[in-house]
């Protein structure tokens, strides 16, 4: 991973408050991991949604990130996750990919895994800015 692209993953305080890393980030894809502590529970003990698409979006943001040297150059235009299985403990893997890198927009899939275990499924669109 290049200075800029860990510039780029580290500079969200948002990210470091729900411990988000960036293990990957180069040429359309990127890997992160979260690690669940008790800040990330719902009132059923589990993962939150929204930490959940949280890692998701990032991911997602740094797989597109990558193709400019790190630079943000595409936002978030829109986002469908599914939801396949809870998280009680350990740590999740969310690879995410570039699938059409167009002028305007760029389309981008995500799958999130525990182990083996596929926990959500993502796909956006994603503004070229």
Do not use: P
């Not at 800040?39 to 939150?48: F, Q």
């Amino acid at each position: 991973m290049s200075v800029r692209q860990e510039a780029v993953g580290t500079s969200s305080a948002f990210g470091r408050l729900l411990g988000l890393e960036i293990l990957e980030a180069a040429d359309g894809q990127a890997v992160l991991r979260l690690t669940m502590h008790d800040g990330l529970r719902n009132v059923r003990g589990k993962l939150h949604g929204g930490a959940l698409f949280s890692l998701i979006d990032t991911a997602m943001g740094q797989a597109s990130h990558s193709l400019n040297g790190g630079e943000a150059k595409a936002v978030t235009l829109e986002c469908k996750v599914n939801y396949i299985r809870g998280v009680e403990e350990g740590e999740i893997l969310c690879r995410a990919w570039v699938v059409h890198n167009g002028r305007r927009t760029q389309v981008i899939e995500a799958e999130v895994y525990q182990q083996d275990k596929l926990v959500a499924k993502a796909q956006a669109t994603f503004a070229v800015v």
